[in-house]
Each structure stands twice: as structure tokens, then as C-alpha cells.
């Protein structure tokens, strides 16, 4: 299975310290590291065959093949690796994968779609293989004195709370269809709307509480979270 239902780390690398992170990536066993290589494979793969077939339709024609840049004789290093790697090499890498068998069947294939068809599913492969993410995990680091810091996997989605801003930390509840969801709100001052917690994610009662209360703890109490245990516990980290 790759994916779990949203579960909960714990991590207090100090008293005045804690991270509280919601993910859906389960327990990297063997067998996960192996199927999320696979996937990774496969995404390079499918990233490879569009740039070849867009190659192919739109630039293969008006490209004249170069010829590689020499190599030195000497043991290569870094420094030269990376000098060798110039447009003109790119190219010609690219032009001898194009002119491959599996190129030259991507390029027939590329030939026979429509321009419009082409593009909107080299558009979708090339979503569907860099952006889309197997997992979702969201954050929120709690410094006594500094603030509140809260993350999202999902694009850029960082935020700092200054403690100083920082009015209430609560828990609400809302209608979801016919399901009442609790979710963490940070109140700020000046800010007429609240900022919640694991906006993509909304964990369980259960997770939202511990947060809650470790949260505070952290903020306002000596000892973060003391008493609170979770299902697991190896040097510093918590599951729940």
C-alpha cells in the first residue's frame, strides 16, 4: 500500500522545541522503497518519451546533428564532467535517443496524433509524472518564544507566526455533508480569519487533540506535551 490514512510523528528535539507532522507516506519498509523506485523509474521514463516525441514533431526537422564534443584522455573529474555537459552535447544525446528504435516508434507515433492531441497529453504525462505527489505531508514547528511556523508538501505553503501574534490556539469544528470534522486554528491578531492547521489533510479528533495540547504546551508551559505518549516512541519521535 502506498499511501495510509493521515497519521501523526512527534518530534521534541528540545524542551522548548516540537514538530508536529501529519503525513500519508506510511513506515518506509523495503517493499515501499522498492515500489516508490519503480514509480520513479517510470516517471523518468514517461518525462524521456515526451521530450522525444515533442522533439521529434517540432524540432528534428530544423536540427542539424553536431557532432560530440571530444573527450580528454586524462581521468576525468567533476569539474570537467560538468564542462562537457553544453548545449550542443545535450542535443546530440537527444538526437541519438530520437533517432533509437524506441524514438523512432515514439516519433511515428507522434506524427500520426493531431498537434492539439499531441500537446494536451504531453501536457497531462508531464502533470501526471513531475508535479503529482503520491503523499501529502503537513507540518507545524512550535518555538517557545519565536513562534509558529506551519508547512505543506504541496507547493510552497510555508507560513511563520510570530508568538507575539500569536492571540489563541483552538479547536473547531465544522459540518462536512453529514460529518462533523475538527480542525486546529491558529487565531492571529489583526487578521480577521483564522489560519488552520493541516488545511489538506484535516486529520481525526484524536490527532487534532494531541496537537492541541502539545502545541500549547510548548508555547506556554515548561516540559511540551508531558504525560502524552503515542503509539511509538524511539529517540525523540512519536506515532500516533
Given at each position: 500500500?502506498?499511501?495510509?490514512?493521515?497519521?501523526?510523528?512527534?518530534?521534541?528535539?528540545?524542551?522548548?522545541?516540537?514538530?508536529?507532522?501529519?503525513?500519508?507516506?506510511?513506515?518506509?519498509?523495503?517493499?515501499?522503497?522498492?515500489?516508490?523506485?519503480?514509480i520513479?523509474?517510470?516517471?523518468?521514463?514517461?518525462?524521456?518519451?515526451?521530450?522525444?516525441?515533442?522533439?521529434s514533431?517540432?524540432?528534428?526537422?530544423?536540427?542539424?546533428?553536431?557532432?560530440?564534443?571530444?573527450?580528454?584522455?586524462?581521468?576525468?573529474?567533476?569539474?570537467?564532467?560538468?564542462?562537457?555537459?553544453?548545449?550542443?552535447?545535450?542535443?546530440?544525446?537527444?538526437?541519438?535517443?530520437?533517432?533509437?528504435?524506441?524514438?523512432?516508434?515514439?516519433?511515428?507515433?507522434?506524427?500520426?496524433?493531431?498537434?492539439?492531441?499531441?500537446?494536451?497529453?504531453?501536457?497531462?504525462?508531464?502533470?501526471?509524472?513531475?508535479?503529482?505527489?503520491?503523499?501529502?505531508?503537513?507540518?507545524?514547528?512550535?518555538?517557545?518564544?519565536?513562534?509558529?511556523?506551519?508547512?505543506?508538501?504541496?507547493?510552497?505553503?510555508?507560513?511563520?507566526?510570530?508568538?507575539a501574534?500569536?492571540?489563541?490556539?483552538?479547536?473547531?469544528?465544522?459540518?462536512?455533508?453529514?460529518?462533523?470534522?475538527?480542525?486546529?486554528?491558529?487565531?492571529?491578531?489583526?487578521?480577521?480569519?483564522?489560519?488552520?492547521?493541516?488545511?489538506?489533510?484535516?486529520?481525526?479528533?484524536?490527532?487534532?487533540?494531541a496537537?492541541?495540547?502539545?502545541?500549547?504546551?510548548?508555547l506556554?508551559?515548561?516540559?511540551?506535551?508531558?504525560?502524552?505518549?503515542?503509539?511509538?516512541?524511539?529517540?525523540?519521535?512519536?506515532?500516533?
Amino acid at each position: 500500500m502506498l499511501t495510509t490514512p493521515p497519521h501523526l510523528y512527534i518530534r521534541r528535539p528540545s524542551p522548548t522545541t516540537a514538530e508536529f507532522t501529519v503525513t500519508t507516506c506510511p513506515p518506509m519498509t523495503i517493499p515501499l522503497r522498492l515500489a516508490l523506485l519503480s514509480i520513479l523509474a517510470i516517471r523518468i521514463t514517461v518525462v524521456l518519451s515526451v521530450i522525444i516525441a515533442l522533439y521529434s514533431q517540432f524540432f528534428a526537422p530544423q536540427a542539424q546533428p553536431q557532432p560530440p564534443q571530444p573527450l580528454e584522455t586524462s581521468s576525468p573529474t567533476a569539474k570537467t564532467i560538468l564542462s562537457q555537459i553544453s548545449p550542443s552535447t545535450l542535443l546530440t544525446l537527444l538526437q541519438t535517443l530520437q533517432l533509437s528504435a524506441p524514438g523512432q516508434s515514439l516519433s511515428r507515433l507522434a506524427a500520426a496524433l493531431p498537434t492539439w492531441i499531441l500537446l494536451l497529453i504531453s501536457s497531462a504525462l508531464l502533470y501526471t509524472s513531475l508535479l503529482l505527489r503520491l503523499h501529502t505531508t503537513e507540518s507545524v514547528l512550535v518555538l517557545r518564544g519565536l513562534g509558529i511556523q506551519t508547512s505543506s508538501s504541496r507547493g510552497s505553503n510555508t507560513r511563520f507566526i510570530p508568538t507575539a501574534k500569536i492571540q489563541d490556539v483552538l479547536i473547531n469544528e465544522a459540518f462536512k455533508g453529514f460529518e462533523v470534522r475538527y480542525y486546529l486554528v491558529v487565531v492571529v491578531e489583526g487578521e480577521e480569519d483564522v489560519v488552520v492547521v493541516f488545511p489538506g489533510l484535516l486529520p481525526g479528533r484524536r490527532i487534532v487533540e494531541a496537537v492541541w495540547r502539545g502545541v500549547r504546551g510548548c508555547l506556554y508551559e515548561p516540559g511540551p506535551g508531558e504525560g502524552e505518549r503515542g503509539r511509538y516512541k524511539d529517540g525523540g519521535i512519536e506515532r500516533w
